[in-house]
């Protein structure tokens, strides 16, 4: 198996069997993200404590994409402090835009390829910038 289809099985898992898709029974940051090139959301649920991402959900309609990187960016924050996330939120648009190089992102590196299509770029970080506004915003649950 080439590295391609490597990426292309992590990516299909994730459509297939989401992690952490749905609520949480008391998140205290909720937040919505639009991507307005076509209208697609997504709503993340976090339980933040101790500096900490304890737990946290996606929902919403999107491209495989789109609803991969949030599985696979959901998989990897849980139980990281506020800012290893931000810092990994951070590195995963950096990695897709050309100014980073591939560091520790795990499933999330399946991605690369994504990277040649500025418009799929909006559909793999969407998970991501609302991680950002989640922990940077003063947004409640
Ligand atoms: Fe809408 Fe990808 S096409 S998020």
Known sequence: MNLDDMYRDTILDHNQNPR???????????????????????????????????????????????????????????????????ALARDFKGFLTGTKAVQELGDLEALQGVSQFPSRVKCATLAHNALEKALTHDVKG
């Open 20 to 86: 952490n898709r749905g609520h949480l029974e008391r998140p205290n940051k909720t937040v919505g993200m639009l991507n307005p090139t076509c209208g697609d959301q997504i709503e993340l649920e976090l339980l933040v404590a101790d500096d900490k991402v304890v737990d946290i959900r996606f929902a919403g309609q999107g491209c495989s994409i789109s609803m991969a990187s949030a599985s696979m960016m959901t998989e990897a924050v849980k139980g990281k402090t506020v800012e290893e996330a931000l």
